[in-house]
């Protein structure tokens, strides 16, 4: 009964990571990876970035766009290692490597956010 | 179209082989024969020893799959024409991840077990008296679970999902589109007494959402749609438990399921 | 592995409790690699490592805004390098047929009936390609303000 509430936990952290994934990181990377560095776009200025990572909503959102696609990675890709190496009887090294790793960025993004200042 | 065609088909004796290997056959092609129907052919006019399973030869016992060129197919609705052309083979072998008894025929216990596990019946908690009438049913309460109830026990799904073959205790697409069958009907209290082995690591979180098992479905009962479908649902019934603590969880999914 | 290995047959019949003389195939480390379906699965999934890449970037960034002009430059620089423009051609390839895969995929995981009957599955999946053009340009917008 415990494991089951876990799996549904960690099936709604994949789904909402998926969902943002989806919806967001495709722009955000079109922005900031390849429009600007390439020079198709004009690339906002220092003091744009951070006048827009001062304001408190744009930090939630850059808080949730880190660590909720961290979840859905996890969730992901610990079945496509149990399932595509065939590692089952690592199981549990794999699953504390995978959540430990989201839980790690979701810390570090919670610390850089709140001490951008 | 090519008039004959070379049939690769697997055999497998236990008493002989310790694994199976494959036997060519050449088989003449009709317009309207089925891979079954060369299979027939094989076994009557040219190797009788050629052991498989079939029955309706007509797409609903369930008992013809094999592996037709990789793909789980129902060899019953399968034609052969739509392989005869330059010079092509047809590779017939037993339904992929399960166990082989001999040549094509594969071994379904397992498969068996799992279903029952699943309860795949009307569970009622209460009888009312036989006075009362029968159980009526809207068009609309019908059509939530007619879907998987189309379901014909043929395993190519089982023979499609690559969790199937990887985690031997996977319930399996079939069982738990057929529990959602029975879950989703509004004459059945069950849904609980399912949730044991549906919410499992074994029953719907082992699903990986490959979507083969949808697409390989002779009567496209769709199980990964059933499978995701209760996923939402577990997630939710835990999101609902976790905002509202005092509301007994397995209560409202059996409400949800009798209400909606 | 292999497809039962000890099958769950202590509830089976007993004759069906031994049977050394089955076949019982061998699922290859390879399996996802045959079949173009399993190779689309496998891909769909990894595109999760694409993802936490792109956290990872991001997360980078943040820190070289933290601390000051000089580092978000030098970040900026590293970004034009063709190592990291090559990584985020890679990275939004593999993110947008995340995203693709994942609308199309939501009908089945979502049942939306309208009055007593099933939306087509284009209806569920188009309101996701909208909200997916809408933000995006929403966010294009802010940055680029």
């Known amino acids: ?117 | 179209m090519a008039d004959k065609i070379i049939l690769e088909v697997a055999r497998y004796s236990p008493e002989r082989d310790a694994k199976p290997s494959f036997q060519s056959y050449e088989v003449p092609v009709y317009k309207e024969w089925v891979v079954l129907d060369a299979l027939n052919y094989i076994k009557d006019q040219v190797d009788g020893s050629l052991t498989y399973r079939w029955s309706c030869r007509m797409g609903i016992c369930g008992s013809c799959g094999m592996m037709v060129n990789g793909e789980p197919k129902l060899t019953c609705a399968t034609f052969l024409s739509s392989y005869a052309h330059n010079g092509s083979k047809v590779r017939v072998e037993p339904l992929r991840y399960f166990p082989v008894v001999r040549d094509l025929v594969t071994e379904l216990s397992d498969f068996l077990v799992k279903l029952t596990k699943v309860k795949p019946w009307l569970i009622r908690h209460d009888e009312p008296p036989l006075t009362q009438g029968e159980f009526l049913q809207t068009p609309d309460q019908l059509d939530r679970y007619k879907q998987f109830s189309m379901c014909i026990n043929c395993t190519l799904c089982y023979a499609a999902c690559p969790v199937v073959g990887l985690d031997p205790v996977f319930v399996g697409p079939a069982a738990i589109a057929l529990a959602q069958r029975y879950n989703m009907d509004s004459r059945d209290q069950g849904t609980e007494e399912r949730t044991a082995v549906l919410a499992h690591p074994e029953g719907i979180w082992g699903c990986t959402f490959v979507g083969e098992c949808t697409r390989v479905c002779p009567k496209h009962v769709d199980p990964a749609g059933a499978i995701q479908q209760y996923k939402l649902k577990a997630a939710l019934d835990w999101v609902k438990s976790f905002v509202m603590p005092g509301e007994h969880k397995s209560k409202d999914v059996r409400s949800e399921a009798a209400n909606d | 592995m292999c497809a039962v290995k000890q099958p769950t047959t202590r509830t089976a019949p007993a004759y069906t409790e031994f049977h050394p003389r089955w076949y019982r195939p061998q699922v290859s480390v390879y399996w996802w690699l045959f079949q173009r379906q399993y190779l689309k699965f496998i891909l769909r999934e990894l595109s999760s490592v694409f993802v936490a890449a792109f956290v990872v970037i991001t997360l980078l960034q943040l820190n070289a805004l933290r601390n000051g002009p000089e580092a978000y430059a030098r970040f900026q620089q590293w970004l034009q390098t063709p190592a990291a423009i090559a990584l985020n051609v890679v990275s939004f390839c593999f993110v947008v047929f995340h995203a693709i895969t994942w609308f199309n995929l939501a009908p089945s995981a979502m049942a939306v009936r309208l009055r007593g009957k099933p939306l087509p599955d284009f209806m569920v999946a188009a309101p996701n390609y909208a909200v997916w053009l809408v933000v995006s340009g929403a966010v294009a917008w802010l940055v680029l303000r």
């Open chain 1, 1 to 117: 009964m415990e494991r089951q509430s876990n799996e549904a936990f960690f099936w709604t952290l994949f789904s909402a990571g998926g969902v943002i994934a989806a919806i967001l990181i495709p722009v955000h990377i079109f922005l900031f990876g390849l429009a600007f560095p390439l020079g198709w776009l004009p690339a906002p200025s220092y003091e744009h970035m951070m006048a827009l990572v001062r304001l408190p909503v744009v930090r939630i959102y850059l808080f949730v766009l880190c660590s909720l696609p961290l979840f859905h990675w996890a969730h992901r890709f610990r079945y496509t290692l149990f399932d595509g190496l065939q590692v089952k009887h690592l199981n549990e090294v794999i699953f504390t490597l995978c959540y430990g790793g989201a839980v790690v960025g979701t810390v570090l993004a919670g610390y850089l956010l709140w001490n951008m200042g």
